[in-house]
């Protein structure tokens, strides 16, 4: 089955510096990349998602990019501010017959240091 | 805009005994997702449906069943509780009109089981 795996596990960075966290993923067959944030007690908020057929997607300071060969893709942050500190998670969902599966990552809990 | 309901909020428990967990998802929205998130785990889906038929099975117990109903709302029946299903609930729906599948996932605040 598809297994997602994302590192780090925790990333501590100073107010204003970038972030990049990176995931991979086992199953060719997946085309949707996800990457939702986690505040403590809420829930998963999607923040960027990525496709298979493109291969870099920016949203203000968010980016996502995607390498469908080498079966990765990575969340850059930058500019980097308290309220980015959470827990991120990237997915990695495939369509079977009906419905979609996704797959989660770890996550990564980000400190953002002011 | 509408988001996905799920209730109750906060569940308490007794080991052994039986929880049902409920569903709105958003209105127009064809698919349901289940998904178990430990404390500082990711969340672990659980079942998923589209159409009122299941669609795929993750790491969901035997004594844990699920329906979707014609309403489109969906109920995780949680049966024999152990201790270690203590855990936040999380729903999620999508919706494959619009022209394609679309695959985002809107959850909802999740339900908040604790078993004694």
């Known amino acids: 089955g598809e297994n997602v795996e994302q590192h780090p596990s925790t990333l501590s960075v100073q107010e204003g510096d970038s972030a990049v966290i990176k995931c991979t993923y086992s199953?060719?067959?997946?085309?949707?990349f996800p990457w939702y944030k986690q505040e403590l007690g809420k829930r998963p908020q999607l923040i960027i998602d990525i496709r298979s057929n493109v291969g870099e997607k920016k949203d203000q300071r968010i980016a996502v990019t995607l390498n469908k060969t080498a079966k990765h893709f990575s969340l850059h942050i930058t500019e980097t501010q308290p309220e980015d500190s959470a827990v991120y998670f990237c997915?990695?969902?495939?369509?079977?017959?009906?419905?979609?599966?996704?797959?989660f990552g770890a996550g990564t809990r980000l400190f953002v240091k002011a | 805009a509408a988001g996905v309901i799920q209730s109750p909020r906060h569940l308490i428990k007794e080991k052994r005994e039986t929880a049902t967990l409920k569903c709105y998802p958003i209105p127009r929205h064809d698919t349901v997702y289940w998904y178990q998130q430990g404390p500082g785990q990711d969340p672990q889906f659980l079942i998923s449906?589209?159409?009122?038929?299941?669609?795929d099975k993750g790491s969901i117990p035997d004594r844990f069943s699920a329906q979707q109903f014609s309403d489109y709302h969906s109920e995780l029946n949680m049966s024999s509780l152990e201790l270690g299903d203590s855990a936040l609930y999380f729903c999620a729906s999508s919706s494959s009109e619009a022209g394609g599948p679309s695959n985002e996932q809107f959850f909802g605040p999740g339900t908040r089981l604790t078993v004694l």
């Open positions: 449906f589209y159409e009122k038929m299941q669609s």
């Open positions: 199953d060719s067959a997946s085309n949707y």
């Open positions: 997915a990695a969902s495939i369509n079977p017959t009906g419905g979609f599966k996704t797959i």
